[in-house]
């Protein structure tokens, strides 16, 4: 059987994936926990080749620090001849050229940096490449100057052609959507978008045509936005209040998720909340119940069913045996490159209070 898992970190408000196919390590995201940067977290799950560590692909949905955490270490690594990431893919959206510099954090100012200096190369060579993904791209376009292991799939649903210059869209507007397919199993990476980003360019670019009506379709979804209500409408009191589905509750049908993962410090609340507080949400918990209620055969009275996957409660991954993709507890990687020692993660659980919760111990 072919060594192939998903792993999910608990990451304090922010989502960090990293994808193991065969011999290709794939990370959708970065952010470190209160303890450990992203490279900290990350490492010991890079293969070594002379010396360095190899990622084969880094995807950022969106140049926020929730998203690109820790990447200024990242960087110092590929400039000191430690690290090679094989292929950088990301939006295309330079926000220096919208907001002020000083402004920015410094991890995303890194991240446009490494962006624009393999732009000037314009190679093809692994280690060299930026790819800017737009929606209707598939895997001959992302996986470009790389060897795609058997069976992987990708299809790119956001942002589109031209968005990037336009006042009405921004970074979260256009935030990656990328359904990756592994084998059998499918996982939406949503990252930060909203009903805006579904309802004006998703649903009518795409899914409601013939030929791609199927390709948000995924057995795991990552709620967007570590579960805020952002995603089924544009005002928290509608989606809150709403008895109707809101604005944008139908994009459920064309995704069918199987599971819910919510990478964020807490579990959904189970009553109202107000502006400002920080997602999960109520108001996403609401209409997500609702729909795997009607939809996954999920009872009224289980507030939290098993396909709500918590990252609050612990590291979540799923790997491929014997007996098809199975959620498993092991955390540790395969060895770290050193002196042959196991390091990393178990799941230990978490509190999942609203105010936050711990991660796993290493």
């Given amino acids: 059987?072919?060594?192939?898992?998903?792993?999910?970190?608990?990451?304090?408000?922010?989502?960090?994936?990293?994808?193991?196919?065969?011999?290709?390590?794939?990370?959708?995201?970065?952010?470190?926990?209160?303890?450990?940067?992203?490279w900290d977290l990350l490492k010991n799950y890079l293969p070594q080749k002379d010396g360095k560590r190899i990622l084969d692909v880094l995807c950022i949905s969106h140049g926020e620090k929730d998203h690109c955490g820790g990447f200024s270490e990242w960087k110092e690594k590929i400039d000191n001849d430690e690290l090679i990431i094989g292929s950088i893919w990301h939006q295309d959206y330079d926000r220096t050229k919208f907001e002020d510099i000083k402004d920015l954090p410094e991890d995303y100012l890194a991240l446009q940096k490494e962006i624009n200096r393999r732009r000037q190369l314009g190679s093809d060579v692994f280690g060299e490449i930026e790819i800017p993904l737009k929606g209707r791209d598939d895997e001959n376009v992302a996986f470009k100057g790389l060897q795609i292991p058997q069976n992987v799939a990708i299809k790119?649903?956001?942002?589109h052609d031209n968005d990037a210059g336009s006042p009405?869209?921004?970074?979260?507007?256009?935030?990656?959507?990328i359904n990756l397919e592994i084998s059998d199993l499918t996982i939406l990476f949503s990252g930060d978008s909203g009903a805006k980003a579904w309802q004006e360019r998703i649903l009518p670019n795409i899914l409601e045509k013939n030929s791609t009506k199927d390709w948000a379709r995924s057995i795991l979804l990552i709620a967007s936005h570590h579960g805020s209500f952002t995603f089924f409408g544009r005002s928290r009191e509608e989606v809150r209040d709403s008895i109707d589905p809101p604005e944008n509750y139908e994009s459920l049908e064309y995704i069918k998720p199987q599971n819910l993962i919510i990478s964020a410090n807490s579990r959904f609340p189970l009553s109202g909340d107000q502006s400002g507080e920080q997602p999960p949400h109520y108001a996403a918990w609401k209409w997500y119940h609702k729909w795997f209620i009607e939809n996954n055969e999920v009872q009224e009275e289980e507030k939290h069913p098993e396909q709500f996957k918590y990252t609050a409660d612990g590291h979540l991954r799923i790997e491929l045996g014997d007996d098809g993709w199975q959620w498993t507890d092991d955390w540790s990687p395969d060895d770290d490159g050193d002196n042959g020692?196991?390091?990393?993660?178990?799941?230990?659980?978490?509190?999942?209070?609203?105010?936050?919760?711990?991660?796993?111990?290493?």
């Fill in 1 to 38: 059987m072919k060594k192939r898992s998903v792993s999910f970190f608990q990451v304090n408000n922010g989502n960090c994936s990293l994808v193991c196919v065969d011999e290709m390590r794939l990370i959708f995201d970065l952010k470190g926990t209160e303890n450990q940067t992203s």
């Fill in 156 to 159: 790119v649903l956001n942002p």
């Fill in 168 to 177: 009405d869209w921004d970074k979260n507007d256009l935030s990656l959507v």
């Fill in 341 to 362: 020692q196991k390091k990393g993660f178990i799941y230990r659980g978490g509190v999942t209070d609203r105010g936050g919760s711990e991660y796993a111990k290493k």
